[in-house]
């Protein structure tokens, strides 16, 4: 009976030391030493990576668009002003803000997002953490593809 208890003792033990979603990924940290990651955190932080990777490359396209309007608002200041050329005049200047609003909007997000704190976090905070990027990153992604498809129409 003995033998029983202990047995049933360890095996309990054994099973709350067990990883449940704590299986690790190894990840050099800033100074190049391995550091554990849960795997959650990792695969969390993968997908918010891969929403960051995949609007990157339209800055490009936003920065291009910007010059776009600049030179657009630039030759409409040349001309006499009408109520057309005012009114296109705030559309072009809207159109601008939006586009700017994205490219702060993905510079605040890089400028503040911390990867490296993770493995100093504990996993229920790492993953809060990567939680509130994920969302921050998602509305960045949204607003950047929504201003570079609206200045795109209008530039038509």
Same mark, same amino acid.
């Given at each position: 009976m003995k033998r029983s208890i202990t047995l049933l003792a360890v095996l309990?033990?054994?099973?709350c030391q067990s990883k449940s979603s704590t299986e690790t990924v190894?990840?050099?940290?800033?100074?190049?030493?391995? #550091?554990?990651?849960?795997?959650a955190?990792?695969?969390?932080?993968?997908?918010?990576?891969?929403?960051?990777? #995949?609007?990157?490359?339209?800055? #490009?396209?936003?920065?291009?668009?910007?010059?776009?309007?600049i030179e657009q608002l630039s030759e409409l200041e040349k001309e006499p002003t009408s109520s057309e050329a005012r009114r296109q005049k705030e559309q072009l200047r809207a159109v601008k803000a939006a586009l700017d609003?994205?490219?702060?909007?993905?510079?605040?997000?890089m400028h503040t997002y911390d990867g490296d704190t993770l493995t100093k976090?504990?996993?229920?905070q790492a993953l809060a953490y990567l939680k509130d990027q994920q969302?921050?990153?998602?509305?960045?992604?949204q607003l950047m593809?929504? #201003?570079?498809?609206?200045?795109?129409?209008?530039?038509k």
């Open positions: 309990f033990c054994m099973a190894d990840q050099p940290d800033s100074t190049g030493q391995i #550091s554990a990651k849960p795997q955190v990792a695969d969390l932080e993968k997908q918010i990576l891969a929403v960051h990777d #995949s609007v990157m490359p339209a800055m #490009s396209d936003l920065i291009e668009l910007k010059k776009q309007v609003k994205a490219d702060a909007s993905m510079m605040d997000w976090l504990r996993e229920d969302q921050r990153v998602r509305a960045m992604s593809r929504k #201003s570079i498809d609206d200045a795109k129409a209008y530039l």
